[in-house]
Nanobody
Framework: QVQLVESGGGLVQVGGSLRISCAAS????????VGWFRQAPGKEREFVAA????????WHVHFVEGRFVISRDNAKSEVYLQMDNLNPEDTAVYYC?????????????????WGQGTQVTVSS
């Protein structure tokens, strides 16, 4: 069982940066891949980025490549999403999710554990 808690969301201006975090409980966290998803009002939840258990492999969806970077610190049981050059289309609730099977995955059904989400709002 893993519990996930996101933090670090907030209001930022266009072109600004934000780093959101996902803190996990459980002593096998380094065996889980973790993904970041986001959901804007009236839209479906969409994949943003994922990282494998040891942090050696990552996957960023094309529309955030070069702007967002996923990373993790297993000693702290945390995963991060560094977001730079933000634009209003990035406004959404951001969720982290853990996949105990360890593979990188880009669809919500591949993830077993979810956090409650953190709001990111980009103002123009």
């Amino acid at each position: 069982q893993v519990q996930l808690v996101e933090s670090g969301g907030g209001l930022v201006q266009v072109g600004g940066s934000l780093r959101i975090s996902c803190a996990a409980s459980g002593n096998t966290f380094n065996q889980y891949s973790v993904g970041w998803f986001r959901q804007a009002p009236g839209k479906e939840r969409e994949f943003v980025a994922a990282i494998n258990g040891d942090g050696g492999a990552t996957w960023h969806v094309h529309f955030v490549e070069g702007r967002f970077v996923i990373s993790r610190d297993n000693a702290k049981s945390e995963v991060y999403l560094q977001m730079d050059n933000l634009n209003p289309e990035d406004t959404a609730v951001y969720y982290c999710a853990a996949n105990p099977r360890g593979a990188l995955a880009g669809t919500p059904d591949r993830y077993t554990y979810w956090g409650q989400g953190t709001q990111v709002t980009v103002s123009s």
